[in-house]
């Protein structure tokens, strides 16, 4: 047998309770259930500092232990078990996010300069260097790769190198057919230091940078440090 509704509250009265419910009077007890409990483990669901972040939002702190059952989350056991793959999965997470800056030479590991290096043809880079020559060496020749064989692309290398500037005298140039002189393949570079390399440092990467065919004078502060003139004598 069905019973009709009764009326509606009043206002300032209180509705009526759907059956089955307790009274709206009688007390209740509420269960607080915490959706991020304490982390046992040392170190656990605490974010890792890498290094340097570039341009990427830090990765929540507990991303793989707020994936658990509410069940399994209230378990110590299971919170502190858990936590030991997502230290680990966040360290292989935070190379894969930083694999589109391994081509920026000014945060790449220091392992990667020489192979950077090599892939524009600069073979003077290697870990015997320090890590800001490094960086500096990848940086200008990747700057200067479409100017490498000309005086201009030189200039901007020994100025690198040296911090200062540079003069260079060649002998290239443009001449009407039959007044091009004999000999012009040849030149000379004058610095006022070379920086914070020493003299053969200097030298070699010079060496590198200049064609084969080349003869070089190089004068460090009026004192000629090379002369492949003399050497070929």
Partial sequence: ???????????GERASPLPGAPPADSPSTAVAVSAHPPVGAAGVGVPVRRGMRVSRPARHPRWLVDQLPVGMAQHDFFVRFVGIFQELASTLLDDADMVEHVADVTVTPVPMLEALAAWIGVDSVDASLPEDLQRLLVRSSARSLARRGTADGLR??????????????????????????NDVAWVRIEVENTGHLTDSEFVALLRDEVPAHVRVELWVAGRRALSTVEDDR
Avoid: H
């Fill in 156 to 181: 901007d290398f020994v100025q690198m190198l040296s911090g200062g500037p540079a003069t260079i005298d060649d002998g290239g140039g443009i001449w009407r057919e039959g007044e091009a002189p």
């Fill in 1 to 11: 047998m069905t019973q009709a509704p009764g009326p509606d509250a009043g206002p």
